[in-house]
C-alpha cells in the first residue's frame, strides 16, 4: 500500500508552530499517513516544535520547497547559484531535523516565468549543485525528489523526459524524480507514458491534484489512467495530494 499524503497549504497559509499543529490534527483525523511541509521559510522552522507534533499525530514528515530568482541555482550568476546553495543544504538539514527521510519540489531552479530558454552554464550549475546536495542527502537518508514542472514554473524540466535526461546528466547518484499531474496535464501527451518513463526505480514522489488545483473530481485529470500506471509500474512511494483552493 502507498502512503497517502497531503500538501499542509491545502489547508493552511503559513507553517507557524500553531498552524502546523492544527492542520495536523485535521490531516490525522481525516486519516492520511503524510503531511507534506513546504519550506516556506526554512529559517523560521521551529523543527524541535514540529517533529514532535508529527509524531504526536503519528503523520510522516515530507518536505518540499520551490527556489526562487534570487536562489535560482540554474542562473549563470555565481552570487545566486550561492545563495541557492545555501538555501538548499539549509534545506536539508531542516528535513533531516523534523525527521523527514524525502526532500522534493523544485529544487532543481527557480520556481518562475522564464522569457528564454536554459542555457549550458546554468543548466551545469544546477547539475553540479543537486550532486553535491545528493551526496549530503544520501548520508542521512534523505532522497531528493527533482518536480517536473511546467513551463510558466522552469526551463530545466518540463517533462518527464527531460527529467530523465537531467537525472543521466547527473551521473551516479540516488537523485529521484517527482511528478505531478497538475503538470503532467500541461505537458505531457497523456498520464501513462511520462509515469512508465520515469520507472519505479526513479519515481521518487508523486503529486496529483486536479487541473486547477481545486476540488477533487470537479475537473479533467484522468486519475483512473494515472493510478493504474503507477500501478502497473509497482510505485511503492508516496501518493500526496495538492490543492491550493480552499
Ligand atoms: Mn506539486
Redesign the pocket.
Same mark, same amino acid.
Given at each position: 500500500m502507498n502512503k497517502i499524503g497531503v500538501?499542509a497549504l491545502t489547508f493552511i497559509g503559513d507553517i507557524e508552530n500553531q498552524s502546523i499543529e492544527k492542520c495536523l490534527s485535521q490531516v490525522a483525523k481525516i486519516g492520511y499517513d503524510v503531511m507534506e511541509l513546504p519550506l516556506l521559510n526554512p529559517d523560521a522552522l521551529d523543527t524541535r516544535f514540529v517533529s514532535k507534533a508529527y509524531e504526536k499525530f503519528n503523520i510522516e514528515p515530507t518536505v518540499?520547497l520551490g527556489l526562487s530568482y534570487k536562489t535560482d541555482i540554474a542562473s549563470e550568476d555565481q552570487d545566486r547559484v550561492k545563495l541557492g546553495r545555501e538555501l538548499l543544504f539549509k534545506a536539508l538539514e531542516k528535513t533531516i531535523d523534523v525527521g523527514s527521510s524525502n526532500l522534493?519540489?523544485v529544487i532543481h531552479s527557480a520556481l518562475q516565468k522564464n522569457d528564454a530558454p536554459k542555457t549550458k552554464l546554468g543548466y551545469e550549475n544546477s547539475l553540479s549543485v543537486i550532486r553535491d546536495l545528493a551526496k549530503k542527502a544520501e548520508q542521512n537518508n534523505v532522497t531528493l525528489s527533482l !518536480?517536473v514542472?511546467n513551463r510558466y514554473e522552469t526551463n530545466i524540466m518540463n517533462t518527464a523526459e527531460e527529467a530523465m535526461d537531467y537525472i543521466n546528466d547527473l551521473g551516479d547518484t540516488n537523485v529521484k524524480v517527482?511528478l505531478?499531474t497538475?503538470?503532467m496535464n500541461i505537458e505531457e501527451n497523456n498520464y501513462s507514458e511520462p509515469i512508465k518513463k520515469i520507472g519505479k526505480d526513479k519515481l521518487g514522489m508523486f503529486?496529483f491534484?486536479e487541473n486547477h488545483r481545486g476540488y477533487l473530481g470537479s475537473g479533467h485529470i484522468n486519475f483512473e489512467e494515472t493510478f493504474k500506471s503507477l500501478k502497473e509500474i509497482n510505485y511503492s512511494g508516496i501518493i500526496?495530494f !495538492?490543492s491550493f483552493s480552499s
Open positions: 500538501h518540499s522534493c519540489g !518536480e514542472v517527482h505531478d497538475y503538470h503529486h491534484g500526496t !495538492e
